[in-house]
């Protein structure tokens, strides 16, 4: 086993898909970079587990923009494993699919923007000029965001104007028919019980990087972290797991160690914390730190976690779907007013990929937002003191869950061969993130100034990175992670390497 050295030029705190990125742009620099895990199995959100010989991944279902020259394609060529990464592109004609209450019509979200247009048209037939105005601004807003538009970027800075402005508002404001708002609004590219909050440029990456191609992996997510940490080493960067960083030690206003929860202590001058802001804020000295920084960055408002069913299904019975499945009991999920008695909701069904698909699928996941306050009463708790209370809410909320799945999949209860459950805890547990937040801190158009998580700090070599800076899911932290990076080789720097890497 290797052994970790006493000092590195930078130490990155956790090895989800932010910390790698960092970790593979310094590592490519010269930098000696030193990656500390918490878990056993790197990757954070990209982590899977088997059950019963089936792969299920935890934080990753699909990917957009890989296309060679688009967006994620870029970043991912420029670490070296976008041709190494095996993907299935989904369906074209409608990557994401949406259903509501007991109208029967499915909703299709088309790959390419003119097909994306052409299908929902053929759905709404007054609605062309609402629905091309809606795809207009989406690639307008996504010119205004520095890091989609690399040629011209001169600094990561986004554009004030574009901060404020809401995505449901813009979206209620193309059409006078709520049912198409809510197809422009669902699948996931909105934030949960905070879609009047929702920024637009927000809605905007994640709608437009689908649009652009939308992909799943095949086999398993952890690939992607497999597939970087190979690099990083290959570039003389160490990757640790069951490493646990306790604490950060700060002199004189600057960074100079980590403490591990094993008593080892490792030098470095630079930290770059992958952890939620809030966490890393836990690992320091209070007294070394502004009281209203803490203040501010523990009160901020996190998006919900999700209750998830890993499903095993009886061989032959249950197709493979090459798309997403979204459904919403009713309009009001668009309204914010979700009660955890009318929970779930909503839920998102999907068939993972694997090599050698057949016509059938042998797992399925199905995920629900479900509010935190439900949980707070097992929070303090190791895992397995969570006791009997625990087991029959699960239980229960499995039941609710699955006679919601059964409106649009009638019969799949008796499909199951049997299922696994994850809630909130399960992230909190896992990746430590606050509240088992799935996207991290709430980006809110009606207050955006304050969500906004910069990547340096006040405290000399101790920056931050992941989905809470700017944008959520994995185009979003691979583009946080990299303008973390920048902060430290410099922006126009760093951006020409990845262009020129094309
Ligand atoms: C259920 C779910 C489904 C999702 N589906 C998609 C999707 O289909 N497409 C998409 O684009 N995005 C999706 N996302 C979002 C995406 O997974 C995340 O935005 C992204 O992976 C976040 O990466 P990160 O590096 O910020 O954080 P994380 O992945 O949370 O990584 C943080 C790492 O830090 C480690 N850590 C924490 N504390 C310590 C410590 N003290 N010492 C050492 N290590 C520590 C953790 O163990 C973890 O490995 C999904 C998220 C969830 C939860």
Request: glycine fraction near 8%; aromatic fraction near 12%.
């Amino acid at each position: 086993m290797r052994e970790k050295k006493t000092k590195y030029d930078i130490i990155i705190i956790g090895s989800g898909l932010g910390g790698l990125v960092c970790g593979y742009i310094l590592s490519r620099e010269g930098f000696r970079v030193c990656i500390l895990e918490k878990n056993h199995q790197p990757g954070g959100n990209l982590q899977t587990f088997t059950r019963d010989g089936h792969v299920f991944d935890t934080g990753l279902h699909y990917i957009g923009s890989m296309s060679p020259g688009q967006t994620l394609y870029t970043f991912f060529n420029y670490f070296g494993i976008a041709d190494k990464l095996r993907l299935r592109k989904l369906d074209e004609d409608g990557y994401d699919v949406i259903s509501f209450g007991n109208d029967p019509t499915n909703y299709k979200h088309a790959q390419g923007y003119d097909k994306f247009v052409e299908t929902l048209h053929s759905l709404f037939p007054s609605q062309h000029p609402g629905l091309k105005d809606y795809t207009d601004k989406l690639q307008q807003t996504i010119r205004a965001i520095p890091l989609y538009n690399l040629k011209h970027a001169s600094d990561y800075i986004l554009d004030p104007g574009v901060l404020n402005q809401c995505a449901m508002g813009f979206i209620r404001s193309l059409s006078d028919l709520p049912r198409l708002h809510h197809v422009l609004a669902g699948a996931n590219s909105m934030y949960h019980s905070a879609v009047n909050r929702t920024p637009l440029y927000l809605h905007a990456c994640i709608r437009n990087s689908y649009i652009n191609s939308a992909w799943r992996p095949v086999d398993s997510s952890d690939q992607i972290a497999g597939l970087l940490i190979e690099n990083i080493r290959i570039q003389g960067g160490e990757v640790f797991t069951d490493s646990e960083v306790k604490k950060i030690g700060i002199e004189d206003n600057a960074v100079n160690r980590v403490e591990l929860c094993n008593g080892e202590i490792i030098k470095a001058d630079k930290i770059i914390s992958d952890v939620h802001p809030a966490v890393t804020l836990k690992m320091i000295d209070t007294d070394k730190l502004r009281k209203a920084y803490i203040a501010r960055i523990s009160k901020l408002e996190n998006t919900p976690g999700f209750f998830t069913l890993y499903l095993i299904m009886k061989d032959n019975t249950f197709p493979y779907l090459n798309y997403n499945y979204f459904h919403y009991r009713s309009d009001d999920y668009f309204n914010d007013q979700l009660d955890i008695t009318t929970w779930p909701d909503t839920f998102l069904l999907y068939t993972p990929a694997v090599s050698g698909q057949g016509q059938f699928t042998k797992t399925v996941s199905i995920l629900s937002f479900i509010p935190y306050k439900d949980f707070r009463r097992w929070e303090n708790l190791p895992p397995d003191q969570r006791g009997e209370d625990y087991e029959e809410y699960k239980e229960k909320m499995s039941n609710r869950l699955l006679d919601l799945v059964e409106e649009r999949f009638p019969g799949i209860r008796q499909k199951i061969v049997r299922y696994y459950v994850s809630t909130p805890l399960t992230f909190k547990d896992h990746t430590a993130t606050k509240e088992g937040s799935a996207y991290g801190i709430l980006k809110d158009c009606e207050n955006p100034v304050r969500s906004i998580i910069l990547p340096a700090t006040k405290v000399k070599g101790l920056y931050l990175t992941g989905q809470n800076l700017n944008i959520h899911g994995i185009l979003g932290t691979t583009i946080n992670a990299v303008i973390t990076a920048s902060e430290i080789i410099g922006f126009r720097y760093l951006i020409n390497k990845i262009l020129d890497a094309q």
